[in-house]
C-alpha cells in the first residue's frame, strides 16, 4: 500500500516563475491537505482539498492556488515566486468522514529554494 | 483561536534515560490533539493522537503521551529514550470546525547522546 508521494523532491526556481507540485494521496483517503514548512519553522497551513474543491484556506496570498482531480490527487501552483516561498511544501492526505478522529498521513514533501 | 505551544527549542538526554517533550494548547471546545516526528529532509511521521478518553495515549516506537485538561498539556514521554529517537517533534490541534486544519507548534528538536 503506497503512502502519500509527492513530485519533484527538489525544485530549484528563478524569483518571478511559477512553479507547480503534486502529491498523491495515500489509498483510501479522499482529501488533501498542504502545507509550507519553511527553515526552522513548524507545517503552516495552506489549504485543503476535498471533493475536488478548496474546503478551506490558510493565511497564504492568491499566488497560491491548487486542485484536486477525480482520483483525489492534487497539485500546488504558485506564481511570481518570491525568495520568500523557499520552504520544504508537505502534502497530507486523511479520509473526511473519518474526522475528527483521522490523522493525518504526510508525503516526504518537495524542497523548493526560489534564488 | 486555537493554538499549540512548544516552550522548547531542544531537548538532551542521555540514551536509557526517560525524556519529556512538553506541548501546551489552546482550544475553544475540545481538544483534539497529535504528535508527529520528523526526520531530517523527510516528511512528518504520525506517533499518537488525543481525541477523547483515556488521558494517557499509547503510539508508535514506545512513545506515550499524557492529556492533562486542567493543564492544558499534552506531553510527549518515552521510559527510556534511543538514539535513534534524535529528530524534530511536532505537536499539532486539530481545528475541527474548519474541517481538519492542522496547527503546529515550532517544533522540538530532541538529542539522544550515548
Known amino acids: 500500500d503506497a503512502g502519500v508521494t509527492q513530485s519533484p523532491t527538489h525544485l530549484i526556481k528563478t524569483r518571478g516563475q511559477q512553479v507547480t507540485l503534486r502529491c498523491s494521496p495515500k489509498?483510501?483517503?479522499?482529501?488533501v491537505s498542504w502545507y509550507q514548512q519553511a527553515l526552522g519553522q513548524g507545517p503552516q497551513f495552506i489549504f485543503q482539498y476535498y471533493e475536488e474543491e478548496e474546503r478551506q484556506r490558510g493565511n497564504f496570498p492568491d499566488r497560491f492556488s491548487g486542485h484536486q482531480f477525480p482520483n483525489y490527487s492534487s497539485e500546488l501552483n504558485v506564481n511570481a515566486l518570491l525568495l520568500g516561498d523557499s520552504a520544504l511544501y508537505l502534502c497530507a492526505s486523511s479520509l473526511m468522514s473519518a474526522l475528527p478522529s483521522y490523522e493525518q498521513y504526510f508525503g516526504p514533501g518537495t524542497r523548493l529554494t526560489v534564488t | 483561536a486555537q493554538s499549540v505551544a512548544q516552550p522548547e527549542d531542544q531537548v538532551n538526554v542521555a540514551e536509557g534515560n526517560p525524556l519529556t517533550v512538553k506541548c501546551t494548547y489552546s482550544v475553544s471546545g475540545n481538544p483534539y490533539l497529535f504528535w508527529y516526528v520528523q526526520y531530517p529532509n523527510r516528511g512528518l511521521q504520525f506517533l499518537l493522537k488525543?481525541?477523547?478518553?483515556?488521558?494517557l495515549v499509547k503510539g508508535s516506537y514506545g512513545f506515550e503521551a499524557e492529556f492533562n485538561k486542567s493543564q492544558t498539556s499534552f506531553h510527549l514521554k518515552k521510559p527510556s529514550a534511543l538514539v535513534s529517537d534524535s529528530a524534530l517533534y511536532f505537536c499539532?490541534?486539530?481545528?475541527?470546525?474548519?474541517?481538519?486544519?492542522?496547527?503546529f507548534g515550532q517544533g522540538t528538536e530532541l538529542s539522544v547522546k550515548p
Open positions: 488525543y481525541i477523547t478518553g483515556d488521558n
Open positions: 489509498s483510501g483517503h479522499d482529501t
Open positions: 499539532a490541534v486539530l481545528h475541527y470546525n474548519q474541517g481538519g486544519k492542522l496547527i
